[in-house]
Structure formats: C-alpha cells, structure tokens
C-alpha cells in the first residue's frame, strides 16, 4: 500500500483596539497577524497474515512514512513568533498473534517497534486484548496497550475567542513524541433481543503540548496603554511547553432489536484533564472536549421499501477559557468557565 496526504491551514487576523479618549472613541491600533501551516504524508507499507490453523493467525507486516512541516506566525510585516520546519522518516515493524485455543477465550497479542531519526531512538508498543464468553450470553473483554504518535497538534494561546491548532513533527527535543497507555474493561450482556454494554476505560498522555504567545494587542494592561509599533523584523516572546493528560470514563449501552424496528440508548461518563506547569502553577486543567455527560437515544425503523431514523443528544456543556493573562515570563493564568449543557 502507497499513500499520499496533505494539509495545509493559512489564516489571517485583524484586530482593532479602540478607547475612549477625552469623550470620544478612537483607534489607537490595528494589529495584523498571519499563520501558516503545513503538512505532507508518504507513506508505504506491507501487510501480511498467515494462518496457522483454524483457531490460530498471525498479522504482520513493516511500514515507512516520510513527513514534512512548517509553521509560521507572524505579527504584521516586522516581527514573528515561531518559523519552523522540519522533516522526518519513521520506520515501523509489528506483529499480532490471534489464537482461539480455549473454546470461549479468544485473545490477540503483539506489538510495535518504530525506530525514529529525528530522535535516534527505538519506540515498542506492546498490546493485547482478549474476549472471554460465558454461556453465550455473557461476555467478558480488555484491551491494554501502549501508543506512539509522531505528529502532534499542537494547542496555541486563545485570544478572544480566537484558537488555530497546528501541526507539528515530534523531534524528541523541542517537541516531544507523544505516548499515551491506554487499559479498557468490559462486559456484555445479550438476551435474546435485547444487548446491554458496558466499558471503563483509563487513558494517560505524555507529550502534550500548547503554545504560548503575548499578542500585540493584549499586554495585560490599561487598553490605552496599547502601541502600534514599527520595528525591524524580531522574535517575540513565545515557547512551546509541554504536559501531561488524563481521561477516565465509563460508557453504558441498552440496545433491541428486531426485524423492523431497532433502539438503543448511550450514556456516558467521562473525565479529561492536562497538565501544564507554566498554566495555573501546574494545577490541573480541563481538556477542551472534556464533557462529564452525554446521553444518546437512537431509533432505526424500516417499513416496505422506506427506513426512518431518529437521534436525540444530550450533553453537557464543554469547557472554554474565560479569561486569560500571559505575563512576560511566558506563564499563564487561564480562567475556565462552561458552555451551557
């Protein structure tokens, strides 16, 4: 398998700053900042499975992926805060051996080797999952593994309203390569007609990262204080740090089904946070999908040569920053408030 893919994000912004002098309401600037990011993917592969027996396979196969970014923010013609890029090369290995021995047990284990150039280092992912019935109408199930990724999005500082995610490739220094360990449990229940689901899930990140700028416009002072400045073409202050994530949850699923008519209900309960030592003095902070509930109820119904569907969300609200402040030391304060449910 060949691939090809790419991505390529230009934005611009103008932000005007007005304040009341002397009775009257004048600009005292006019702040312009552009962005660019961009992405390519090659990629080329070989998959391969081999059966065993009957109750026995393996998966195989290798992969290599070639990528190339960059990502530019300016500030007006005279000034910028990041202009990077890079290239990279990843080569990958994994194998999976599926084996149905015991007559109710079914379990899949493997793994992953990548080696990294940028890093100069080795990656493994060791994974298994496995699937345990009982009677035929009780199931048992867990998954477990360990995850690499190699190209992160990264989050920037939101500035009244105002949030581009970019991407960017990991090299091990600056920009870290982002693991994650990931562990499921679960069981079904399926009676005839009628299907009951539950899973739990514990999710870690390391490797996050968020960008971190003072714009122009926004010097955390007095708004009449604002200039318009020109000046040769400098740095300004920005800095990519980096965090830690967590996710926990639990998902619920009641489902019927017949001939015509199907329904089932979903719910879930879910918690996202990161972690920035530069943000809040290191006090955890919401994910910006982080949702504590949301509720699903969905029908299917066929009749003749028709099919109707309905769907019905619930959700509570997910978090946004209200107010922020980054100070000259490029440490935050962001304030975070709820979108209603």
């Given at each position: 398998?060949?691939?090809?893919?790419?991505?390529?994000?230009?934005?611009?912004?103008?932000?005007?700053?007005?304040?009341?002098?002397?009775?009257?309401?004048?600009?005292?600037?006019?702040?312009e900042?552009?962005?660019?990011?961009?992405?390519?993917?090659?990629?080329?592969?070989?998959?391969n499975?081999?059966?065993?027996?009957?109750?026995?396979?393996?998966?195989?196969?290798?992969?290599?992926?070639?990528?190339?970014?960059?990502?530019?923010?300016?500030?007006?013609?005279?000034?910028?805060?990041?202009?990077?890029?890079?290239?990279?090369?990843?080569?990958?290995?994994?194998?999976?051996?599926?084996?149905?021995?015991?007559?109710?047990?079914?379990?899949?284990?493997?793994?992953?080797?990548n080696?990294?150039?940028?890093?100069?280092k080795?990656?493994?992912e060791?994974?298994?999952?496995g699937?345990?019935?009982?009677?035929?109408?009780?199931?048992?199930?867990?998954?477990?593994?360990?995850?690499?990724?190699?190209?992160?999005?990264?989050?920037?500082?939101?500035s009244?309203?105002?949030?581009?995610?970019?991407?960017?490739?990991?090299?091990?220094?600056?920009h870290?390569?982002?693991?994650?360990?990931?562990?499921?449990?679960?069981?079904?229940?399926?009676?005839?007609?009628?299907?009951?689901?539950?899973?739990?899930?514990?999710?870690?990140?390391?490797?996050?990262?968020?960008?971190?700028?003072?714009?122009?416009?926004?010097?955390?002072?007095?708004?009449?204080?604002f200039?318009?400045?020109?000046?040769?073409?400098?740095i300004?202050?920005?800095k990519?740090?980096?965090?830690?994530?967590?996710?926990?949850?639990?998902?619920?699923?009641?489902?019927?089904?017949?001939?015509?008519?199907?329904?089932?209900?979903?719910?879930?309960?879910?918690?996202?946070?990161?972690?920035?030592?530069?943000?809040?003095?290191?006090?955890?902070?919401?994910?910006?999908?982080?949702?504590?509930?949301?509720?699903?109820?969905?029908?299917l119904?066929?009749?003749?040569?028709?099919?109707f569907?309905?769907l019905?969300?619930?959700?509570?609200?997910?978090?946004?920053?209200?107010?922020?402040?980054?100070?000259?030391?490029?440490?935050?304060?962001?304030?975070?408030d709820?979108?209603?449910?």
């Amino acid at each position: 398998q060949l691939g090809y893919s790419g991505y390529n994000n230009n934005y611009e912004n103008t932000t005007i700053v007005n304040a009341k002098v002397k009775s009257k309401i004048e600009t005292i600037g006019t702040f312009e900042s552009y962005e660019t990011n961009e992405l390519t993917d090659f990629s080329a592969s070989l998959r391969n499975q081999l059966s065993i027996s009957s109750r026995n396979s393996v998966d195989f196969g290798f992969q290599s992926k070639y990528n190339e970014y960059s990502y530019l923010k300016s500030e007006g013609a005279d000034a910028y805060y990041s202009d990077i890029a890079n290239s990279s090369w990843l080569y990958s290995a994994y194998a999976q051996f599926k084996t149905q021995q015991l007559k109710n047990l079914t379990l899949k284990a493997g793994g992953r080797a990548n080696y990294y150039n940028l890093s100069g280092k080795l990656y493994y992912e060791p994974r298994i999952s496995g699937n345990y019935e009982i009677a035929k109408i009780i199931g048992l199930k867990f998954a477990a593994g360990r995850y690499y990724q190699f190209l992160s999005k990264v989050a920037p500082t939101q500035s009244y309203g105002y949030n581009r995610d970019f991407w960017v490739i990991s090299d091990g220094k600056n920009h870290s390569v982002l693991s994650s360990d990931q562990l499921i449990v679960g069981a079904a229940l399926n009676l005839k007609r009628f299907t009951f689901d539950v899973e739990a899930y514990h999710k870690t990140l390391n490797g996050l990262q968020l960008f971190l700028y003072i714009p122009s416009f926004q010097n955390n002072a007095d708004p009449t204080t604002f200039k318009n400045q020109n000046r040769l073409r400098k740095i300004l202050p920005s800095k990519f740090i980096t965090g830690t994530g967590e996710s926990v949850g639990v998902d619920f699923l009641l489902k019927y089904e017949s001939s015509k008519f199907t329904s089932w209900v979903a719910y879930s309960r879910s918690k996202s946070i990161r972690n920035f030592k530069d943000i809040n003095a290191g006090a955890d902070i919401p994910a910006p999908f982080d949702k504590a509930h949301e509720l699903k109820w969905t029908n299917l119904f066929s009749w003749k040569r028709w099919n109707f569907s309905s769907l019905w969300v619930y959700s509570t609200g997910q978090s946004y920053v209200s107010n922020q402040t980054v100070d000259r030391a490029l440490t935050a304060r962001f304030t975070y408030d709820r979108l209603p449910d």
